[in-house]
């Protein structure tokens, strides 16, 4: 069983940037991804790396805001959010996908590890 924790969630203003880590309880070389839950929304997609960390995927939506990363040394991975906007305020979250392949993922129900979430709240 793998054991997640999210961190370094916070308020912020508009403009600002966070880096939220998330902490594995094993090391893991599967593909990991970040998701988040605003209040009243569905959970959706944010980024995916593959388990080398060659590959990553990126949400629409913030493009160019975010860096996905990880360090299977420290059994980590890391989402740098930049220029973040109100909108995305949301809990985030981390995720395993046991899956080796290549990255592009993007439904919730097929990644079978969660993190409890942190808590990211931007004001304008």
């Known amino acids: 069983q793998v054991q997640l924790l999210e961190s370094g969630g916070g308020l912020v203003q508009a403009g600002d940037s966070l880096r939220l880590s998330c902490t594995l309880s094993?090391?893991?070389?599967?593909?990991m991804g970040w998701f988040r839950q605003a209040p009243g929304k569905e959970r959706e997609f944010v980024a995916e790396?593959?388990?080398?960390?060659?590959?990553?995927s990126y949400t629409d939506s913030m493009k160019g805001r975010l860096t996905i990363s990880r360090d299977n040394v420290k059994n980590a991975m890391y989402l740098q959010m930049n220029n973040l906007e109100p909108a995305d305020t949301a809990v985030y979250y981390c995720?395993?996908?046991?899956?080796?392949?290549?990255?592009?993922?993007?439904?919730?129900?097929?990644?079978?590890?969660w993190g409890q979430g942190t808590q990211v709240t931007v004001s304008s």
């Open positions: 995720a395993v996908r046991r899956a080796t392949g290549s990255v592009g993922e993007t439904r919730p129900q097929n990644f079978q590890y």
């Open positions: 094993v090391r893991t070389l599967y593909t």
């Open positions: 790396i593959s388990p080398t960390g060659r590959f990553t």
